[in-house]
């Protein structure tokens, strides 16, 4: 049977027909869909981790038990998960183990570009890269065969557009895995020094057997076409160089570490002229230039191979950026349209809001976090001024207090959201207590992890399954960190937030501030919407301070309006208007 699937459910069919046990991942777009998709199938137990560590370290002790297991993050999520990898990587696998990575060229929802290919390398396991969403169901099942034979964990690699673009996909059936049971072996599994140096070597040795492995690994073709030209690539870079250069000959890598060097120099010998076309940053390129295949009299290559000083290091590719790197003009037939520039912006009746005109209003110092929060940005809020990573809200706030003392700390606030602060926040908090700290932590407590498509977490009461689960109170978690000055209150209350965040600043120590209001998106208790009265109303444009999406200005009548599309009658603008010029 086929279907249309994007990368991302081909990958979590895949892992399915491969008879996948144990899931545990936290989402992260562009991956999100993997685990989302997993979570339907009622063979596996699939689970949200409260962070990507904790996602790898489940998975690992699921195939210690010799279950298949399967963990996905986006790309900066593997730096969370960078420990248990490495340990992982001396250790191996008894059931196959797959880390799913979904690296973001051109910065769609990250803050930054960082090319997961280059973890494959350093902690020395396979990374495979699928180049369509048949190829992403294949490599799934391929990577937990891999893993097993090869007794590694195995990174495969999507990129956005592969995890998010679709294509038709060759289904098949589940090959139920049934898990060999937990045999206690500490050599392998636990890495003191006096174990992991005799893992170092057999690591070592599986590379060079991983290597001769791709030199005939079908996932690593050459495609004979005109030898002029011959493109090593791999990925969605590969649907782009075909699209521009149909003649040419090609090298498609899919496993792209450890490299089948003896592939690569036979490929080279057969073209003219060699172009590395690749997203971001040279990973096969530099490896290809390492291994001597560019020098004159080497392996019978005498030109320079081309790749990033062509083709662009930042940014995400296209087959017209490709094409505009080697000078050739290509002709669309499709006219641009001129589309409004639609910036992001908190939605309308978002409880966020409020928090953040307080802060706004106070002239707060705001160290901010990753979460749809982060839209406090933009004005006309203005209201943060920081994002480093998850969790550096709070660590941020405190090192500002540290170096400039705690004058700083009473103009200062660490804001993170509820999933954000169980991601990573706990321990952040607990550091500003031990630390003796005088700062105060605002956690956007909205009840879900909204930005990534309102998945469910530990506060929530439900499991990614749909079991109920206790609901984590954020309250005593704060006071169990030692925090003694802990308040809540409903963010669309104006005032209550900003009395809130004066008496927290006023008290000694470390303070919390619990801002409770659930996503308007995932509530949707929408009341009445508001109209403006015009009568009433002076121009004052007090209301758009708030940038919310549902007021405007009526430049010609001097006047507010409220588009009743839009409205969620979430009343913020009314308790704001000196005239009360808002009304039902």
Known sequence: MKKLLSGNEAVARGAWEAGVNVVSAYPGTPSTEILENLGKYKEVYAELATNEKVGLEVAAGASFGGARALTCMKHVGLNVAADPLFSMAYIGATGGLVVVTADDPGMHSSQNEQDNRYYAKMAKIPCLEPSDSQECLAFAKLAFELSEQFDTPVLLRLTTRISHSKGVVELGQRAEHTPAGYVKDIVKRITIPAHARKMHVKVEDRLRRLSEYGETFAGNTIE??????????SGISYQYARDVFPDASFLKLGLTHPLPQKLIAGFIKSVDEIYVIEENDPFLEEQIKAAGYFVKG?????????????????????PTVVARSFGLQRESSVQPIAVPARPPVLCPGCPHRGVFYA???????????????????????????????????????????????????RRTVAVIGDSTFFHSGITGLIDMVYNNAQGTVVILDNRITAMTGHQQNPGSGRTLQGQTSPVLSLEDICHACGVKHVAVVDPLDLKATEAALKAAAGHPGVSVVIAKSPC??????????LHVDEDACVGCKLCLKLGCPAISFDSARKKSKIDPIFCTGCEVCASLCPKKAMKR
Do not use: H, N, Q, W
């Open 224 to 233: 004979r076409g005109d030898k002029k030209l011959g493109i090593i690539t």
């Open 298 to 318: 080497s392996c019978a290559y005498d030109s320079p191979i081309t790749g990033k000083d062509k083709v662009p290091i930042t940014g995400e590719l296209d």
């Open 359 to 409: 802060i706004s209003k106070l002239k707060l110092t705001a160290t901010g976090d990753i979460g749809c929060y982060t839209l406090g940005m933009m004005e006309p809020l203005g209201a943060m001024d920081t994002v480093i990573c998850m969790g550096g809200s709070v660590t941020a706030a405190m090192g500002l207090e540290k170096a400039l003392g705690p004058e700083m700390a």
């Open 520 to 529: 308007i998106l995932i509530d949707k208790k929408f009341k009445p919407t």
